[in-house]
T-cell receptor
């Protein structure tokens, strides 16, 4: 009965490869996110989807492409992996709150995917 | 200047001590504030929201100072299990730009 799950937990791959990380939430939330946490532990939002629509797209190389087949899933595909992509990638979900549905709501994070690019 | 800044620590304190962390934010239009906790090699989890009037949850007290643009977290009677990284989070809403910004975290190590 995991709330936010990600697969795989660990990913070791060579530079130049293409890889995907999957995320699923069973909390009934309408918004999902991808975050990157680098070696200095800095956690930065990459993308956010609300009801399958992209609402936040931070300055991220276009080698990163999120895809939300439905409200409960948000996958991240990375093309042509580079050494600098090595990090922990967290998926999260929340219920939008507040007037106009702008509030981010409490972020519920998945366990993270540790990506190492060699 | 970073949008959200925290002292990275580590704060090494004995069990039972009181410890306080500060977090400063650069945008005066920031609207919501939170403290998250992240254990080593785990995901962040919400610790508490921070309200303008200040709020308390057991041994934890959070305060907001809008004039000086900082939030604080006070932990009383520290336990070994409080050892973790504490992340300050700020949200900002404005037209097409909605931001959720995490600080780099303050590491707390409670010693027996």
């Amino acid at each position: 009965d995991t709330a936010v799950s990600q697969t795989p937990k660990y990913l070791v791959t060579q530079m130049g490869n293409d890889k995907s990380i999957k995320c699923e939430q069973n909390l009934g939330h309408d918004t999902m996110y991808w975050y990157k946490q680098d070696s200095k532990k800095f956690l930065k939002i990459m993308f956010s989807y609300n009801n399958k629509e992209l609402i936040i797209n931070e300055t991220v190389p276009n080698r990163f492409s999120p895809k939300s087949p439905d409200k409960a899933h948000l996958n991240l595909h990375i093309n042509s992996l580079e050494l600098g992509d090595s990090a922990v990638y967290f998926c999260a979900s929340s219920q939008v709150v507040g007037a106009g549905g702008l509030g981010f709501g409490t972020q519920y994070f998945g366990p993270g995917t540790r990506l190492l690019v060699l | 200047r970073k949008e959200v800044e925290q002292d990275p620590g580590p704060f090494n304190v004995p069990e039972g001590a009181t410890v306080a962390f500060n977090c400063t934010y650069s945008n005066s239009a920031s609207q919501s504030f939170f403290w998250y906790r992240q254990d080593c090699r785990k995901e962040p989890k919400l610790l508490m929201s921070v309200y303008s009037s200040g709020n308390e949850d057991g041994r934890f007290t959070a305060q907001l100072n809008r004039a000086s643009q900082y939030i604080s977290l006070l932990i009383r009677d520290s336990k070994l299990s409080d050892s973790a990284t504490y992340l300050c989070v700020v949200t900002l809403y404005g037209g097409a730009t909605n931001k959720l910004i995490f600080g780099t975290g303050t590491l707390l190590a409670v010693q027996p």
